[in-house]
């Protein structure tokens, strides 16, 4: 099928850039039903070298200092934003007033509302969004969505998610920018809590209104050593200052669609390594996914088993949703970077078709404004319900 | 060694009854340290036949049908009540104001007020008292438990517990006992969250606030036969009945010691059967435990691993507390009433010391404390304060 | 049901002479169908103290230190021989003579040619015996067994089976009589294979040939201090002596029904405690077992899952062999000396319907004659016919 | 770094050919200290659309029906065989004595005997080789090879190793080239022993006597439409024809360094969907590994744990060969091609070194002398010795 080309520019050239550089040069290949074909035209990162090297190792046609280089240039039909949070907003805008198609990492903005301010102004632009909201494109999560809308575990009781990571356990790991809220915002409530209300969403639908509690655990930390952001850093001696949002977040959820839940996330977890996972409850059976072991997921279905009910193990495969594009078989493994190229495939079948696919910036919204009835709930200590921003 | 025998009195020989009766004589056998020998004195229950053939079965001296008559017995010493709840108030004070040293199951009142009543009257009494908390002596726990009070994990962070049965999945599964407040008082915060509670509050110390929300998912159910009380009995068609307390619970807690909690109970879920479990973590460390997998827990350690890092899945072995009493080897592994063989032989050192000792009724009205402001907290909807009953 | 009382007397008061005990003593209670209750009449050890501990502790009527004491005693009905397989041959032999009915603990024999002596001295006399193999009577096994024989796996194609233990893994544990092939046999492929050969035949039907292979890989050890026989115990320095039989075997097996196996047992592994498992496969399904986690068991259905395929993890419940028995419920499981008492019921039921039951010392000799023809392929270094002995 | 380019042609453009194209093609970037930058030049397919549709996906500079083109281009300084089994000879020789460094798919040759001669003839080329035993690159097989290396584990004792698919469990599926010993010469020895082998040759050292057992499952198949030889495809009705290579295979194998192991394959199981595993045991501690979880491994110590021992489960990271060049952290795991990355990534280096690397043609020919032995020992019934062909 002949493809159309359609010009890439990435803003921001850390190691997200990078991932984003190869899915969107992988989603021909891998999904050959694509009629658009990602051109990688221009990146940016204001470190000169970092720049030119993703220049040269992912094959863009040229690359900048400057991010506004990336707007600005013609060939740019969409741009990639996968900078720090605090470069989002003044991106953000930039290029939904340029008219480009827009996907921004997760958390979009610092704040709830400045979330709302840039899906606001991609709205008013008619362009398309997307962010990065990776982890629920796992072959198994796709399953177990199908599987709920099909209504094979019945009405939806409860549900249970939470994103676990060390990435800060090491109390010597130095202060980064995701750490300080003035350049990330929030804390585990944004990084990583976003994800498992996205997910939370997608499967069991919107939510009507939560209570929540936090802590920041490591109250201060080692200032880096500038132009050494690397959140996974450590150092021993040296000045410290205050961490400034939260290592730690949990929620009680209330659905509208009638289920009750529980959200936790955490960046200090000492044991889990990567357990972004759920667990979703129905009266006829339940759906356990950890992307620790990410090519699998665990079903039960009251129907089955008669005399041997149990949850089964099912491995994915072809027979799942995207597993195919890049696997034969059960038991032959996605990896990580698998989950980007859907995303990537994703967008720009929104692209090619004009229509505003999932998780757009709405989606993002959807998920700011759950965090927003979060934050409230820490100073109320109550209920709060989740209002549109 | 030459032990000392003491009367047994049981109130109940419903499956529970038989439980205790058959853990009681068991207890010299397993633990020849134990100076005192249980001698079963008395079976009583309302159902004659019940009764009768508890007492030839367990080798009971006598039966009766009125509770009255083991309270009355002089050589009953010790009085287990396993009758269903809405006896326990009544039988609890009559055998502390007897003298009895007394077991009562949990959750020892229908609400929060009537158990600070019975603690209360047991306290005045003097006497020595205990209850049905059994899941906290599986040998993973009380490892769990040392390994915390070691500091092996560090200062806590947070705890995630939860108690997951579906006894009452079935909507055709008939209204017992169990289902109406008036009988079995609160639901699932008083059956299984009870179990939460006391394992939260012996891992990580005492809790401050909580708030929580619950759900009656299966509105009315199929009343029962008459005499046939059993909750695992099904019937179709004949006439409805609302039930009348909670099906699920969820709560965020607060720690006095500075951990922040998850807690969940549920009766009606597919898929776990009998899913006691926590996660808990500390700054240096978590342990993982699941009774559908009681002889084992998983420990990770910050400390080792270096370049391998990970859970440890650790089979009990006589090297952890009370193993050694029922199996020779790791792996080779305890049942289900072997936890209830270990709380009487709890119970009769504690007799034997005449110190009181845990889980007594202190234990459950500290857990009936968090109950009652769990409960507040569903009408406030707001965090509340766990306050002295 | 008024039962019938049946004398019984125990060889050999170490460990597991105690955990016979508590066994007939449980069955009545346990099995309330069975129509005969056990008498512990009299205990024998030759070490006086241990006899006289045993009788106290478990309730025989008297005790002794001679081993004949138990056969000569009219109201002895049953003998169970606990006692170290050095002592099988004499006892057994006499307690077949005096036409009592029989369990010997596995290896009834410490070669194959001394089971075969036994098994025809048992059968000619026409007691009905009894061997130790414990682990088949885990639910989950006899589960297996059922599903097999309904033919839900299809013809079964291969069988894998296995028992690793690590009991002697320590180079200091001291030269027990376990690992001395004048006082035990055989080693790992007596003590342990055993195990593993009688699952197999009982899941997967007699068999026709085999080859095998075996080590010493702790070619000597520390003699043991006289009178500390514990294979536990651990020694440093002091005279060494050669360990005469085998730490490990492994074997393949051609099953007469046309499946094909794998048998391995080690007693020096390390990191398995008690992996006695099998995989058994069929061309429609398969299932896993392991007893370091007997109350479940994993099973694949072809037919079952269409677009999830997997294996499903069953926790054991009172739908299953036995179980009820112990507990009411799925994931409330049973422990190691509940398959003790299963092993008594079902040895009891035999004798009480007069009928030889399984496994008696026919399913002993079919498990040595494959025992045997593993001896010989070590020397013939080829494949060997299991013949009749 | 500058790189230096080579070009790359491959031979058949099935699934396999796509594989190897986009690994090339990933190396520069995956691993940037590669002095070698892949160049795509040519691919050939019998099928025209086929070479033409791999031309384009992958970008090609050219692409061919006949596969001496490939041989023949002077800018093709690799050639990659990807071609089905019975294409190997011919075209490994033509590589070879054009000079040209030849990666083959394993099984190299359909018999030992073929292998030995494509080995001689690219050692008299001297050119340098590569095969895909593409499973031993797992970031967990490298660390337990390097902690096997470092004495971990002690000395090894046994190992268990296969290799468990159903790609031919539906007794429907069609008779592919791989079910004809004509065309893919051996059965379930070849296609899926061969990695079972290497990777127990690689852990444990070579072999030196071995004694297999095979059966054919399902003797007949249905004769596959010409020109629809995938292996997956499924057929009722029409012509049957003789399966002529074997299903099932087992063997006892005995390593020259002392240890003892079980290895297996099977492609016709039902369950395990992709079980490529083994379990190395050693005097001081294990491994266990299993591609259906690649991402992780389980390793037991004898010298950690203390109280607690048990197996860990490591998640691989950074920490662990080849993890860092695809993944920033434990958990976030690698797909099944990123193993190909790695395996070109070694190819390139070897090349860029002028120094034969592993697995080479030499590690094929050490494979297939072990399964010659296999074969050998299926007619004689016996142990045979592994020997140089």
Redesign the interface.
């Given at each position: 099928m002949a493809k159309t080309k359609i010009g890439i520019g990435v803003i921001g050239m850390g190691?997200m850039g990078g991932v984003h550089s190869?899915a969107y040069r992988a989603v021909?290949?891998r999904f050959?039903d694509c009629p658009l074909e990602a051109e990688l035209v221009i990146c940016a990162d204001e470190v000169a070298a970092r720049a030119r090297e993703a220049q040269q190792?992912?094959g863009f046609a040229r690359s900048a200092t400057d991010w506004q280089a990336v707007i600005a240039d013609p060939q740019v039909q969409v741009v990639l934003i996968t900078a720090p949070n605090y470069l989002h907003l003044e991106t953000a805008l930039a290029a939904a007033a340029a008219g480009k198609h827009l996907l921004c990492e997760k958390p979009v903005g610092r704040s709830p509302a400045e979330t709302a301010q840039i899906a606001r102004a991609a709205q008013e632009a008619g362009v398309l969004t997307c962010t990065g909201f990776n982890y629920r494109w796992a072959p198994a999560v796709q399953?177990a969505r199908q599987?709920i809308g099909e209504g094979k575990?019945g009405p939806l009781?409860?549900y249970?998610g939470r994103l676990f990571?060390g990435?800060a356990?090491d109390?010597r790991s130095v202060l980064s920018w995701r750490l300080q809220r003035e350049q990330a915002g929030m804390g585990a409530l944004g990084d990583l809590m976003s994800h498992a209300i996205d997910m939370a969403m997608m499967l069991a639908g919107p939510v009507a209104k939560v209570?929540?509690?936090q802590?920041t655990?490591i109250k201060e930390r080692p200032v880096a050593t500038p132009g050494q952001g690397d959140h996974?850093a450590v150092k021993s001696g040296g000045p410290m200052q205050e961490v400034s949002n939260e290592d730690?977040v949990?929620?009680?959820v209330?659905f509208k669609g009638g289920a009750?839940?529980?959200l936790?996330a955490?960046r200090?977890?000492?044991?889990?390594?990567?357990?972004i996972g759920f667990?979703v409850?129905?009266?006829?059976?339940?759906i356990?996914w950890n992307?620790?072991?990410?090519?699998?997921f665990e079903?039960?279905l009251?129907e089955?088993?008669a005399?041997?009910?149990?949850?089964?193990?099912?491995?994915t495969?072809p027979?799942?949703p995207f597993h195919g594009a890049?696997?034969?078989?059960?038991?032959?493994?996605?990896?990580?970077?698998?989950l980007k190229v859907i995303e990537a495939y994703n967008f720009l079948q929104s692209i090619a078709s004009g229509i505003q696919g999932e998780p757009g910036f709405a989606t993002v919204l959807a998920v700011a404004e759950v965090q927003d009835a979060i934050e409230r709930s820490w100073k109320?200590?109550?209920?709060e319900a989740v209002c549109s921003l």
């Open positions: 190691w190869r021909a290949d050959p190792r992912f399953r599987l575990l009781t409860h249970r990571v990435y356990s109390p209570v929540g509690q802590e655990f996974y730690y949990g929620a009680l209330r009750y839940g529980v936790e955490c200090i977890i000492q044991g889990p390594q990567s357990e667990e409850h129905g009266t006829q059976g339940s356990r992307f620790e072991r990410m090519n699998e079903l039960y009251a089955e088993g005399i041997d009910p149990g949850y089964r193990r099912v491995l495969s027979r799942h890049f696997s034969p078989g059960a038991g032959i493994g996605l990896g990580y970077e698998d109320t200590e109550r209920w």
